[in-house]
């Protein structure tokens, strides 16, 4: 490293400029700076960290090492699911959000940040057309954190602390919402039957005191649900809201929610436009009719469409910034941070390149191709799909009947290079086909499959053998 | 004229792009299409049949949702224009939006991470595939714990105000798990700290105790101890805080803490005056967070996606959320929680590309440029003090004479006593120049506050060029006072009327609401 | 006011970012640095000692040049700046630059090409291990045989008139293999055939002969007759010409010219809308080209990269330019131009990106799409000259009542009798409103001229737009002439002064000849 | 595909928006607009392409699935050069030419594309600055057109035929040369002596008759001209013009060919912040002297600054438009076309971003590499260094030596997945060293060398043993 230490990310470490500044607020050093900090607290040594990479060759090789260790699903053919999806992300949709001014904005004000408020209102429109809603917030985290807060909205307004969770929940974002809520609601199963909920089961124990009905569709095993609109008659029948997790990938072809009763629906936003990214790319959306009781308990940033002082000007502003926690800190509506306003960006380009026909043609991509997946699957002696629901991208298959385990088909269909689903309990895997998997790729997946369980049979029959004739072993 | 060239006048002649683009929607026509989507194959529709057709009943979408149709080239073309009317860091000199640390996002980083290596990664592959993501999320935490001096560090959390949730939500298991959970209802923070500081332990069901600084801006120890009590669960403080004032006493703030029982939890969303110099667990806190995208250089992404390092103290670290990468000599796996975690707060491993881009800044940098990042941060904000406090009707409330750390949160009370005009119209008026600022977080205990924080990004030249556009706005605001008021005029659009955006009758969150509230209007 | 929003006016309210950038060097700061360069290994500093003050005699260099001196940050910061001062065809309604295609270059082909996979293949690698980039390359070169009819073809030229320049090169080197080199010295083009042809025959030592059209504005085949002679070496036409009328005399043309004893060579530089329709060969030239960042779909680049792509018949293919990649069953090589080969027009391969983008844009439309993109470009050529022709003021001379193909060269002599407002001084306005034109290449044989070609890219709405903006600048030429001549007025820059840059006393093309020629104005 | 043709690419394909076209500018069909096109001439067929891949995924993965085929120098040790080079390229350069305002843009007015202008007369002055020269072109294609220019323009202005080549020359720009001035100048070669030009036989050729007398430094073999001064004076005693054809990345450290006497320097920009592109990626640069004799012979376009309606607006224009081919066809100079601006652009932000300090430390550093190189292979036994010249980044070495090929170690050293060098000859290899060839990379290229002269060396005595002992072989 170059003495004194001149970086390129920090001009002021020329030493010429760093003096005339120091001269210029009369400091003799920058430790005048620090006078406030105790001597005892300061650190006294160098931190200990590795030799720094500060030509941008050297890091960029190092950088580069290490992820090319990483071996992705495009060198993989991954059925992987389970929260986070491989679709095809619109090349548009990275050129938009590569852009400069979106990529490192932040907070300005709807004048020199019009693009970003215009963007993220597009997005929440389209967003709103997509679900039949009026009303959708600039992105929270993820889909977790959305339906957290869509049950906390819901426990706010009723003043109840019951939660009936109908569906199948992947367990992780179950986790989440139960830590999040507890305080405020209690969470009750109401085991779902053959994949979907059950409408009976909730009506028996619905009553005065359930805040709101949570209904996950397509559910963690991609089951989609077909009877909201009778839950929601069920619910509202006795003040409760009727809660929907849902992924929006569907609504090109399938009824969105709030056409059947839905109060609040909430999700995430990973299937429209992001990559993978190691599970590392989440928006969370919660979108409610335009109902001020609604509106007013959402913790979000909401855009608005405003006017100017120049006719035909589209401007923008906040919402109801009342609600929030900038506004009124723990008065607020929980709270309001740096979420994910980019990958809402993002969203909203996809939904505007894909249009109404590409939702519906990619919705019927993915219900073909699941169901084709399904038949492949289920076709395979021993090998059982878990229940007769309709199925959107995910669903699961019980290996059991031959004589296999979920993470014994994984371990074995990963040396081929497959990643065959993901093991739930000893023998369900959830398998997962988005329009990425082609139907060779399923035939692919079905054919090892079909490989593995002939094996197990074959190595069964053996040790049947072995088993049947004790005598020979002996010999 | 001809050459030479005259020299520039003392103010940029700035102009933002305006594009006059209208709403999305109304450039839609009939048939057009913006991408194709792959074709289902005859071999699958032959076995399946036409999955539509067959949906259970009510289940198949009767209307197509209203999206706009529009070619490709069209969408590219929209939000390329709606993007040259924003002003993103990478344009301007981003010192205005204090607290919130806009620092250079180095472009190599961006190459970095633009590989499908990363972001065709499933988190659910094997993790023999995926040692690359896993190396670098575990060397990242174990730097941060360097920085920290905590124990671990969990980076799972997709932002600062996630990561303050994290912290409530351990603190509220840490005591539940010694049963103190019932006792313990209360959390005391101040009112320089961040607001997701009070909001978060509010929803995790705290009661919120909220302390004042003493007269001279700092925070007031007598009063903590005051507040501190065997209900206290936490205290929940940003330091140095919102006033660039660092707390001399943080040390006896723990102390105090500790001595009725109750945890420290540091918000060190922004450490970025303090890298190298002062530790979290020097000061004997408990839990910390940093927001990394604020102290450690990834982009702020018009508001998000960040990413929140979770710091704990080896009492707190069973409680750390999520899964968690874990080392076996030189090869790493995913360790699910344990028993005491509080489970996940987000999905898997937290926003990895953030992860993956703050390895890659810190790695640039290495201990002797983190402490230059420290340093020349605070050179920055002492500098440029000295510029805004030349200007007539600008002042720094409190700690005077002092020097701060890393921003000031100013005020422009004499000049809107004396000219009637606000902070909030100061602002907007210096986006004509290309510059702005924004006030600070409500409730304005500064009045007519603008919050400056120059990071180490921003050159000498730089930030006198700021501090000359709002010596320039002061000035017009006392001899042109018109100019300022009417702001802005050379952005992309002007004065906007906020009025319809508290009314429920009038708003318009979505297209959709706004075409049935003002059915005559569309088209517009 | 307040919601709803009122119509939006006729006219987009445009104004493109303007930053006041200085020169980068008068942002320079002693010391700063931009990026750094790996530092020589401690073993080969031993080994070698200090390199710069062994260097021979005069060779090190005494004063280091003088570059500015700039943070990472605020050259990113200057140049993104200046492209938002820049009106890129994915931002404007780009049909103004008639002649040069100017089309959508897909997104994806611009991700496709951004590995390493391509960027970091050196050209001499072991063709084992650029089979990807050999395959692209020969299935190019195939496709573009199938759409122009030639025999082969050759991407191995870095630009339309480097393609013409390898069509004349080949032609001597046919002609003087076959003993006629000496004998054949005139090249016979037409005035609406681009000046390249004309230019680079020339360069080649021939004689030119220009051909101006006949009354109707068609190519004059008797006066071609007269030309042509046993001392013609080649015809060298584009058709259509840049009037967007096709030579319906073409195949005559060539048969003229064999009859001779001359090649006949066509400049399909842009055969965007011919496209599935007709081919050079099929019309029976001996050599064409086309320009690959035109009609195939690859980004322009501010004034290239380009892509020239050489089609001949089977007599000339033996002098095609350049290293060839030949196919061996599945395998692909590169074999040296033979004897007979003009050798190489440029290093390796020509711009191998342009290539492997053309080869996407070419397997994202097929046959299908390609004939829509003609078809469409036609369809999109006629409505806008429709609706040009409604404007009072301009017209489109030549072949009257009759389609034109992909562009038109229209002439506003009428409005400038009128007004004395020049074609030029509408096309400078035309940008106030973020359209923009250009008039067309000297000399101006049609008075007055703008040459407009809308390919295929553009929407009814968007060709609406531009023709709206052009009716509105003729109506200010007349009513508001003032502000014609004063523009532009919503720009990054106003009326530039182009007086200094005929003057060699004055001109100053590099910021060091300024400073010599003006030093007083150092630090402007 | 659908049926209508519909692309995403085409907007008005959509068949209402077609049809209202058609309509309004009274056609039946499109057929109509092709009247002019003589039914004899139609094709009447449609193409025979591949079948399309309409849908981008589809597209995607087919393209990056023939690309996944290539091998880059980022997964090989390489050492090839010859023209295009592995330089290091910051993230910025790429950052500013992938911005869609610059890629896309073309050849738009001072007004609307005030940025290109700006980015490219900057481009000059940056490089003015690196060679310490008052007039830079706007790119040409690469280094042989601009040296073929140079050459040209010697030409003209001389009225002379003779043209001294006094370095060794890569020959594919020297087949592109002779090819492009062949009618006009005759190249003659005054051989190199020791790897650099032969003084004394220069000035022998030289005379009246000479238009030009043509050095390149570095080299074929990268070898760097240390008596330019000596050439320059010895051209100009006749009225010659000292043309230099060089690579600028050195002139951070070594005099630039101006200061001693260069009349035109010119050549090739990839070294400057260009990725190698399977060598598509070049751009040339022809500076002269600010003598409007040099000036007006240049074919290229030229910005300049200019002065607009506003005091203090930095404006620009062309120079002497009138010089070029646009303006008047085949009487300007040559021709000038779509060249390189994007890369002109790069280099410019690229020089911007290195600095005076950077150009300097990037100087040292390939001086320090190549020096450290050529021992180490150089030292090897049977290997020889081929001449005593000076070298930057490229040095050639002799092979014979060792009883080896050149194309024989390239075969055995890419077997271990070296591309060691290019052979140029029997024994002769160009090998190639730049800031991304680091000591280890370069250890371990004489470490494999070293042991493929010791097994051929093995083979050898093996060999000699046969031929010794040919009683043995008998027996
Ligand atoms: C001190 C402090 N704490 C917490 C936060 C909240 O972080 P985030 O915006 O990521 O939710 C911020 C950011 O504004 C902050 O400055
Ligand atoms: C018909 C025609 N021929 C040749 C050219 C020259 O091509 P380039 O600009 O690539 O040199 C052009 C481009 O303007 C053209 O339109």
Known sequence: MSEPFVHPYIPNTAPEVRAEMLAAVGAASVEEFYADVPADLRLGRALDLPEPLVAEQDLARHVSGLLARNVPTTERLSFLGQGT??????????EVIGRSEFLTAYAGEPYEDHGRFQALWQYQSLMGELLAMDVVNVPTYDGFQATGTALAMAGRMTGRRR???????????????????????DLETVPPVDGTADVAGITDRLGGDVAAVWIETPSRTGAVEHRLQAIADAAHAVGAILVVGTDPVGYGVLTPPAEQGADI????????????WYGGAHGGFIAVHDDPRFVMEMPSRLFGLATTDVPGEVGFGDVAYDRTSFAHREEGKEWVGTAAALWGIAAGVHLALMGPQGMRDLGEVLLARTAYAQRALGAIPGIRLTDGAVHLREFAIDVAGAGLTASGV???????????????????????VTELTSQRDIDRLAAAVTGLVAASAAEAAATLDTVATPEEHRA | MSLPIAPKPAHRRFHQARWDEPVIFELSTPGERGVLVTAVEPGVRDTVGDVVATLPEGLARRTPPALPEMGQMRVLKHYLRLSQENLGADLNVDVGQGTCTM??????????????????????QDPADAQGALEIIWRTERMLAEISGMEEVSLHTQGGSAAIWANI???????????????????????????????????????????????DGYPDLAALKRALSPRTAAIMVTNPEDTGIYNPAIREWVDAAHAVGALASYDQANANGILGITRARDAGFDVCHFNVHKTFGTPHGSGGPGTG??????????????????RDGDRYRVEEGGPRSIGAIGPFHGVVPNIVRAYAWIMALGAEGLRAVAETAVLNNNYLMKRILEIPGASAPYATGRRRIEQVRYSWQELFEETGISSEEIGIRASDFGMHYWTSHHPYVVPQPFTLEPTESYSKAELDEYADVLAEVAREAR??????????????????????????????????????????????
Chains 1, 4 share one sequence.
């Open chain 2, 103 to 124: 620092k250079y996002a180095p472009k190599v980083n961006e190459q970095l991470i633009s590989t499908p290596k990363l972001s065709a990664m499933h988190p659910l």
């Open chain 1, 265 to 276: 629906v909430c999700g995430d936003i990973q299937s429209l436009g992001l990559h993978q």
């Open chain 2, 169 to 215: 939500a351990m603190i509220r298991a840490y005591h539940e798990a010694n049963g103190e959970g019932a006792q313990r209802r209360e959390v005391i923070t101040t009112i320089f700290s961040h607001p997701s500081n009070a909001a978060a332990a509010k929803a995790a069901g705290y009661d919120v105790i909220t302390l004042h600084p003493d007269a």
């Open chain 1, 163 to 185: 939660v009936l969770v109908a569906s199948d929940v992947l367990p992780a974002k179950l986790s989440k919402v139960r830590d999040y809520v507890r305080v405020h609601l």
């Open chain 1, 85 to 94: 999806y491989a679709h095809h992300v619109p090349a548009v949709v990275d």
């Open chain 2, 479 to 524: 001899e042109t006072p018109e100019v300022v008021r009417t702001a802005p005029h050379n952005q992309t659009v002007h004065h906007t009327h906020h009025d319809d955006l508290d009314d429920p009758e009038r708003w318009a969150i979505t297209w959709r609401a706004y075409r049935r509230k003002y059915p005559d209007a569309v088209g517009a």
């Open chain 2, 309 to 326: 390092a979770n710091g704990v103290s080896a009492a707190l670290a069973p409680f750390l959320p999520g899964p968690r990468v874990v």
């Open chain 1, 410 to 432: 994984v371990d074995a269909l990963r040396a081929e290079g497959i990643e065959p689903g993901v093991p739930a309990g000893e023998h369900e895997l959830v398998v997962c």
